[in-house]
């Protein structure tokens, strides 16, 4: 049996527009951020993805997504905490193209100064992912940036460079295969 999973990225936020690190900051969506996760939604309904169940992060963000993609698909979404953004401790709030920054997410163990680091975030994310795997059911998760990363390194093998440069675009649908499911 292949089994997939979908994700993806919330819409356009008033941070991205900033160019600043959301983080664990809850940040609303622009209108844009709407209208891409109803286009979402849209592309989602008219791709007919086999998709039994949305999976959000708690942060308002990828929760006004979620529920978008839910009302125009008729797909149930239920919040899951583990999906919450990593807490980018000092760097909340900063540009996101930081050279610091960017060294920083190269550094595991890092807890960027009192927020979490890779390690932990890819402990609860794994665990998560773990379990997904092993459901009948088929999920899209709607999280972050940052979870997306995190993911991407689940089902590939990365560099550290990679894994600091990877990323996707607000609202784009990420195909995955779990292997041996």
């Known amino acids: 049996m292949i089994k997939k999973l979908y994700f993806t990225r919330h819409g356009q936020t008033f941070w991205n527009v900033e160019n600043k690190i959301c983080g664990a900051t809850d940040i609303g969506l622009t209108e844009l951020g709407h ?3 109803i286009a979402c939604g849209k592309a989602i309904l008219d791709a007919q993805l086999p998709i039994d169940l949305i999976l959000y992060s708690p942060l308002i963000r990828a929760k006004d997504t979620a529920m978008h993609i839910s009302e125009i698909t008729g797909i149930k979404a239920i919040e899951e905490r583990r999906l919450k953004e990593q807490h980018f401790g000092k760097f909340e709030s900063t540009p996101r193209d930081g ?3 960017y060294l920083a997410k190269k550094q595991f163990c890092y807890d960027f100064d009192g927020g979490e680091s890779m390690m932990q975030m890819a402990y609860r994310i794994y665990g998560l992912l773990d379990e997904l ?3 009948e059911k088929t ?3 709607v999280a972050h940036n940052g979870i997306a990363r995190i ?3 689940y089902f590939h093998n990365m ?3 990679e894994f600091a440069k990877a990323g996707i675009k607000n609202c784009e649908v990420v195909t995955y295969t779990f292997k041996d499911a």
Do not use: I
């Open 35 to 37: 209208k891409q996760a």
């Open 99 to 101: 050279h610091e920054f």
């Open 133 to 135: 795997k092993e459901s």
């Open 139 to 141: 999920y899209l998760l």
């Open 151 to 153: 993911v991407a390194s």
């Open 159 to 161: 560099t550290n460079d």
